[in-house]
Structures are given as structure tokens and as C-alpha cells.
């Protein structure tokens, strides 16, 4: 789960992390008293999505920049006016951009010189690591591939914590010194405590910078949380933004589906996730495009195979259905009811190719055989993918 | 004959009185496997009925463990509860415990990888369907069913089967069986970015088993196990091997249905897996349908008899 930048503050600051003074606004009216918390002078006014490149993105009615700095509050006041309501496209929303409901007013800091600081899980340890650098506010992912050097991490030990050696490791090749490096220091053990005790998937910090009078500040926050950890941190789920999210997206997590929008026109339904990645894979391979994944579970049942067609058939791009079940465990008949049912009460006109394999298979596929549908039955994968592809072409 | 397991292998049950656990502890005890013991907290001395099936339940693994003499666990607990299930089994001293549960909180899994350092316990999961090692039997009944795959599609054979997700290795198996092709184990190590259990532990393994003769190496999107095991099979291993990768198709940054399965950069992609399996003497599976026809290429390359 991610929530907005303002939010990651808010929580960096209960876990004394330094941030710059901010407050956020979801209406006009608010613009005033949101403004009178900070003091006069150079204000940054923040459009809040959850996606990045808000700096560089464009809004629909082509005024640019999602985040601004201005020489008063007067301007920010008129800045956040062009932002709040209106859309914002950039190179992570997609071409739909994201309506800005909320803007985040901070003061603007004076930077002295940034840094990057992020921690989260590295897989091949199954340890946090803290990872830094000192060339900050770009793409961290560039600075790994030009100047590798320049990446720090530091693995934790997860039976005792981080350790203060470590940190003093960090902050020397940082190069910090003084009141730099006694703030520094205890920024990243208090964003440390943050990340593990809320369950954070990843805390990025881009930049983090100093200033002239020797604060560290975390000037941008993006953070994280492990979905599996959230039934322990009540108080993180009441951030979830649903407006962020697929309205699809949302309805499917209800039937207990897992669904992600993709481009394409060949919708999928299918059980098992590594399987249906692979049903995406495999129309692709024989020249079509999935409009989406769509995992029903290990357990379908009647209903949520039905939920499953109506969230499929909501994607206007769909122009057909591929249906793939390994019918392990579950009995393929009570699938295959499922679908007769579903296509029924949708009024389904699609193309719709299904392949049954596995328990009670042979049953499945007569009572698929007896509905009348209009429905195609697939042999193997690789027959009822390119069955579907050649219906759509 | 199999890896880790084998058809005389004594199972017991953590969760076996929740509705998920019970399901399958029918399931295998159908299938013929030995699974002496259930363990739930506060059921000790209540007992497991199925059919003339009457498995004794026990209040912790030590006590289940001392009674039956089972050496293996298999873990249905719920996800807030299991990272101190898994951890009961290494206490216990088991050989092997086997978490079935999905949505355990990534956390509690660092720290219980961490606990088990050291410990003579291997971890199989979590997120995973479990282990098959085929009995001799019709539908290869009288086999060791760790799990909730469906045994019924196995037959008692010399291929290995490794995987992350479990639908694909039951895809695997099915197109092997269909064709007539055996297996000598099937383990499914589980979706989640922090697993006991390797790629590379089972490949290892398999190398080393002299009844398996061939294997099946399945991954997907996210993290460099396959990229690991890969290396080591072009540096260690002989026999044919078969690879396959899910998630070409993924946008980046998307988490694919597995907690595990997110393209984090460039070096975890479909095709950046693909071409270290290529690069390493894999055969790679074109798609999921090509799995057991890719084996059989590797084999027929190298001369080995897989049947």
C-alpha cells in the first residue's frame, strides 16, 4: 500500500525525522489556514499522487509542473488553485494522469547539498538495507548504473537492529562532519525505527539534504507498506487513498481477486498467479495483447467467477476472453457452471475461449458443451491461446 | 527414489482442525500419505477422523513429534500466527518444515530466517503448494503429499520439479505424466520474497539425487534466485534441465499476484532470466505449454533416458 508524500512526513515526524514545515489542503477554502501555519516567504506548493515525476509532469489543460516554488504565499496560494482539481500526467501515471485532490503546501528550504536515502528489503540477504549515496535529487537508478562507487549500503542484521558502528560507517562516507553528522545520525536511526516498526516495504528519501545552518532535512518522502502486515497497523490502513486505485482494481480485491489493468484486448481469467502470468505471456507469444491479470484464486467459486467476468467486461479495450483453469484441487464442473452462469447474467457477446484441465475436466467441459454458449474449447495452453488471438485479430 | 521426503516419510499437521488444513489432511490421507499426527493448541488429545483414518492431535509440535516419531511438518496456520508455527517446528528439531500459508508479513519472515540460522530445520515456503514425492500406486497413490497440490496427477518417476508458483508446476507435471514421463519429487518453494528453501538449495539436490535424471527449473519475474541456480548448473550439473520464466509480460513495478513476483530493475526481468538460463546450457521453454517438450530436447541432446 503507498500513500502520499504529505502522509510519509506526518509519520517521519511522529518518528522524529526532520522535515520541512508543511501543511496540506483539499479545497480551496483550506489554502488560507494551510498557509497561515507556515511563516512568510519562499513557500513549495506539492501536487499530492502517488506516482513520481510530479516536478516534471504536465496537467491536462497544459499548465506545467506539479510542484512549483514561489517567492510568496500570496503565489503559492494561486499555484495550488491551478493544481487542486486538475490532472497531472507524468512518466508514471500513464496518459490518464491522476486527478490532484490534494495540494502540500512546505517551506522552502535552503538547500546546501542533497543526498539520497531509502531502505527497504534486499532479497538475496532477506535483510534491510539501507541504501545511500551522496548524489541525490536524481535518478538513483542512473547513479547505480554511471557511478556504482557512489551507492552505500548497509545490511541489518535483523536479531539486533542497526548497529551504531554502522551508522558511523554510513555518515564517514557520506562525508558529514560536525552537526551535520550528529543530525544525519540520528535521522537514519529514527527512519530505521520507522520503517521496521510500521511494516514499511520501502521509506525513499529523494532528496535528503542539509542546509547552511547544519539541519537535515528529508525534503521528499515516499513510502510503503507490506499489504500482508497491514492487519497490525490500523492506523496506516485509515491512509489508504481509494482514489489513487483502479476502481476495478478495488472491486476485485472485494471478491478476494487479483486483478491488474493492463493495455491490451484479450482479457484473462485464471487460477494461480505464476499461471497467470504466464496465460499473459503466452497471448503475447502468439501475437495477441492481455488486457489484464486476473488471478481467481486456488479455489473459485460460482461467485467470484462471475464477479470476475463483470470486472473483465467493465475494460472497454476487451474484444475477448480467455479462460484458463488447472483445475488441481477444485472440480473443473463447478468452474464450468461458474462461466455458463456468468456468461448468462452478463449477456456475454465476446469471444470466449475456455480451457479446462485437470479434476472432474471431462464433466467441465459438458456442461460448457450443454449451455449453448457461443464458447470455444481450448486443448492445451498453447492451443487456446492462439485460438483467442486469431478470434480478435 | 526422491528428494527430502520419501513415500515413508511421517507427516504431521500444524492447523489440522481449521477448515483450509483439514481439507488437505483428507486429501492426503487419501492419497496414502503417512500423516501421523495433528497439532492445534488447546485439541491436544482430540483426535483427526477420515474414514478408518484416526490421527491423534497434540497441544505442540515437540510433544506430536516425541509421540509419532514425525519428522516433517506441514504448516496450515494463519498468516498473523505462522512465523511462530514454523518457528515451533525448528525448536522441535524436525527435519523439515513445510509452510503452506500465504500472506505471512514480510518482516516476520526476516526474523525467522534469521532464528533459523544455524538450525538443523530446512524451511520449505511460505506461499508455496508443497511437496510430492509419487507413490507407486494407480495416480500415483501410496506417495508423501506435503501440501495442497493435487498428487493424483503425478507418477512415480526420475524428473524434478522445482518451482515458485504452484499452478505451473502442476502444469509441468501434468504435461511429464501425460506424456508418460515419472517425477521424482515436485517442490514448490513458494511466492514470497523471503523463502526458506532456494532455487538452487532444490537444484543442488537434485543434482546430487541419483534417481532423478532430468529436472525442471520454473521462475518468475523479481529477485535472482533463477539467476543463481543457473550459474551453478552451468558450473555443476550434468543432467538435462528445462527452465521456464512467467512474467515477460508484467509492467515493471507492479507486484504480479506473489508478493515476490515485482520487477524491481533490470537485472530481474523475464528476459534478462531467459537469457542467463540460455547463457548457462538451460532449455529454455518457449511457453508454458513447452515445458516437458523442453526437457525432452535437453535429454535427447545429452543422450539421457528420462523414462
Known sequence: ?393 | MSILISPATKILIQGITGEFGARHTRLSLDYGTQVVAGVTPGKGGQFFEHGTHRVPIFNSVADAAKATGATVSAIFVPPPFAADAILECSDAGLDLAVAITEGIPIRDMVRVKRAMAGSKTRLVGPNCPGMVAPGPGKDSHGGCRIGIAPGYINKQGHVGVVSRSGTLTYEAVFQLTTKGIGQSTTVGIGGDPVNGTSHLDVIKLFAADPDTHGIILIGEIGGNAEVEAARWIKANCQKPVAGFIAGATAPAGRRMGHAGAIVGGTEDTAAAKIAVFKECGIEVAVTPSDMADALLRSAKARGVKLS
Open chain 1, 1 to 393: 500500500m503507498n500513500i502520499h508524500e504529505y502522509q510519509a512526513k506526518a509519520l517521519f515526524e511522529k518518528y522524529g525525522v526532520p522535515v520541512p514545515k508543511g501543511a496540506p489542503a483539499k479545497t480551496p477554502e483550506d489554502f488560507i489556514n494551510a498557509l497561515a501555519e507556515l511563516p512568510d516567504g519562499p513557500t513549495m506548493v506539492k501536487s499530492q499522487i502517488h506516482a513520481g515525476g510530479r516536478g516534471k509532469g504536465t496537467f491536462t489543460d497544459g499548465f506545467k509542473g506539479g510542484v512549483k516554488f514561489c517567492k510568496t504565499k500570496q503565489e503559492a496560494k494561486e499555484m495550488a488553485g491551478k493544481m487542486l482539481g486538475n490532472t497531472l500526467v507524468t512518466l508514471q501515471t500513464g496518459p490518464a494522469g491522476r486527478k490532484v485532490q490534494t495540494v502540500y503546501f512546505t517551506v522552502a528550504s535552503d538547500i546546501k547539498k542533497e543526498y539520497y536515502l531509502a531502505i527497504l528489503l534486499d532479497r538475496a540477504t532477506s535483510r534491510p538495507v539501507i541504501v545511500a549515496s551522496t548524489e541525490g535529487g536524481v535518478e538513483i537508478e542512473k547513479v547505480a548504473h554511471q557511478t556504482p562507487e557512489k551507492i552505500h549500503k548497509v545490511f541489518v542484521d535483523p536479531a539486533y537492529g542497526l548497529a551504531d558502528f554502522q551508522v558511523r560507517d554510513l555518515i564517514f562516507k557520506l562525508g558529514f562532519a560536525g552537526a551535520e553528522a550528529k543530525n544525519a545520525a540520528k535521522l537514519i536511526r529514527n527512519l530505521y525505527a520507522c520503517f521496521w516498526e510500521t511494516d514499511a516495504a520501502m521509506v525513499e528519501v529523494n532528496p535528503l539534504i542539509t542546509t547552511p545552518t547544519g539541519e537535515v532535512l528529508a525534503l521528499d518522502a515516499k513510502v510503503s507498506f507490506d499489504d500482508n502486515a497491514l492487519f497490525r497497523h490500523p492506523e496506516i490502513v485509515s491512509l489508504r487513498d481509494l482514489n489513487e486505485e483502479d476502481p476495478k482494481e478495488i472491486e476485485a480485491s472485494k471478491y478476494g481477486l487479483n486483478y491488474i489493468a493492463l493495455d491490451g484486448n484479450i482479457a484473462c481469467l485464471v487460477n494461480g498467479a505464476g499461471l497467470a502470468m504466464s496465460t499473459m505471456d503466452i497471448i503475447k507469444h502468439f501475437g495477441g495483447t492481455p488486457a489484464n491479470f486476473l488471478d481467481v484464486g486456488g479455489g473459485a467459486s460460482r461467485e467470484q467467477v462471475v464477479a470476475a467476468f463483470k470486472i473483465i467486461l467493465g475494460d472497454k479495450n476487451v474484444k475477448g476472453i480467455l479462460v484458463n483453469i488447472f483445475g488441481g484441487i477444485m472440480d473443473c464442473n463447478v468452474i464450468a457452471q461458474g462461466i455458463v452462469d456468468a456468461a448468462k447474467e452478463v449477456g456475454l457477446k465476446l469471444p470466449l475461449v475456455v480451457r479446462l484441465e485437470g479434476n472432474n475436466a471431462v464433466a467441465g467441459k459438458a456442461t460448457l458443451a450443454a449451455s449453448g454458449l457461443a464458447l470455444v474449447n481450448g486443448d492445451t495452453m498453447a492451443d487456446s491461446a492462439q485460438k483467442i488471438v486469431k478470434l480478435v485479430a
